[in-house]
C-alpha cells in the first residue's frame, strides 16, 4: 500500500471537515475523490501536503506517517499537487516555472531513469535539458520562451501538471484538473493522466466534478459528503449507488 489513511480527521472551531477517513490506494493505481462543494475534498489534500495537521488519525506514505510534516518535506518525501486555482509564476516564462520545480525535487524517483538523464544536474545546461525533456511532455516545448500567464488556460493547467512533475513525486495529487477547460482539452488531459501514471511509476488521486474525466479515468472512486465516506467503489458502482447518486450524481445521471 503506497498510502494509507487511518481515522484521519480535521475540524475547523466545530465543523468537523473531515471525519474519520480510511483510504487505502496501492501503488500504480489511478484513484478518483468526488463529492459535493464543502464535503471536504481540499481539505483532504491539504493534509496530505502539510498544509494543515490532522486532528486525529494517521496518514501513512510508503511506510511512514506524514502527519505534521511540512509542506516542503511532504514534497521531499514524494508528495505533489495541484491547486483548484492554477497557481504559476505568471510573469515567469513557462521554462523557468519548470525549472523553480526542480529545486524541490523529492530523493525518490523513476523520472530521469525514464528520460535517460542523470539524476544530478550540476550545470545551468543539465537543467535546461531536463526542463525541456519534461515541457516536451507536456506539448510544451514550443512555448517554453513564452511567459507563462499568456499561455491559454489548457496550457496553463498542463503546465502546473507539469511543474507538479518536476519534484519528481510517487504521489501526484490533482485538485480539479479539468476545471475551465473545454471538452476537447478534457479528452486531451485524460488521456495525459494516463500517460503519466503508465510511464511515471505514477499513483494518481484526483478531485474532480467532471464526470466524465472522473469516470472516464479513475479506477476506484471514493465518495465525500459532510467529511465522511459515503461510498467507494469502481466507476460502475459509483454510478449506481443510491448513496452517491442522492448526496451528489443526482437522479439524471443514472
Ligand atoms: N481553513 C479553514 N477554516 C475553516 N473552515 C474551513 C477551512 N478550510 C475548509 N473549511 C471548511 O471545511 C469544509 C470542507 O471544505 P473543502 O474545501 O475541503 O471542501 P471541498 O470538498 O474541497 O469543496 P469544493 O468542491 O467546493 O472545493 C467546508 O465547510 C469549508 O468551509
Request: with cysteine; glycine share 10%; net charge negative.
Amino acid at each position: 500500500m503506497l498510502l494509507k489513511l487511518e481515522h484521519l480527521s480535521k475540524s475547523f472551531g466545530g465543523l468537523k471537515a473531515v471525519a474519520d477517513l480510511n483510504i487505502e490506494i496501492g501503488q500504480g493505481e489511478l484513484v478518483g475523490l468526488i463529492g459535493p462543494n464543502g464535503a471536504g475534498k481540499t481539505t483532504v489534500f491539504n493534509l496530505l501536503t502539510g498544509v494543515y495537521e490532522p486532528s486525529e488519525g494517521k496518514m501513512i506514505f510508503a511506510g511512514k506517517d506524514v502527519g505534521g510534516l511540512r509542506p516542503y518535506q511532504v514534497t521531499h518525501r514524494g508528495i505533489a499537487r495541484t491547486f483548484q486555482n492554477i497557481r504559476l509564476f505568471g510573469d515567469l516564462s513557462v521554462i523557468d516555472n519548470v525549472k523553480i520545480a526542480f529545486h524541490q525535487h523529492a530523493k525518490y524517483s523513476a523520472f530521469s531513469a525514464i528520460l535517460r538523464l542523470p539524476s544530478f544536474f550540476r550545470s545551468e545546461d543539465e537543467m535546461e535539458s531536463k526542463a525541456l525533456a519534461l515541457l516536451e511532455v507536456f506539448h510544451l516545448r514550443g512555448r517554453a520562451g513564452e511567459v507563462a500567464k499568456n499561455l491559454p488556460y489548457g496550457e496553463q493547467r498542463r503546465l502546473e501538471i507539469a511543474r507538479a512533475m518536476a519534484t519528481e513525486p510517487r504521489l501526484l495529487l490533482l485538485d480539479e484538473p479539468a476545471a475551465g477547460m473545454n471538452p476537447q482539452e478534457t479528452r486531451g488531459l485524460m488521456e495525459l493522466i494516463r500517460w503519466l501514471r503508465d510511464n511515471f511509476q505514477l499513483t494518481i488521486l484526483l478531485i474532480e466534478h467532471d464526470m466524465s474525466l472522473v469516470m472516464g479515468v479513475c479506477e476506484r472512486i471514493y465518495v465525500l459528503d459532510y467529511g465522511m465516506i459515503i461510498a467507494s467503489g469502481t466507476p460502475e458502482e459509483i454510478r449506481t449507488d443510491p448513496k452517491v447518486i442522492e448526496a451528489y450524481l443526482g437522479e439524471e445521471a443514472i
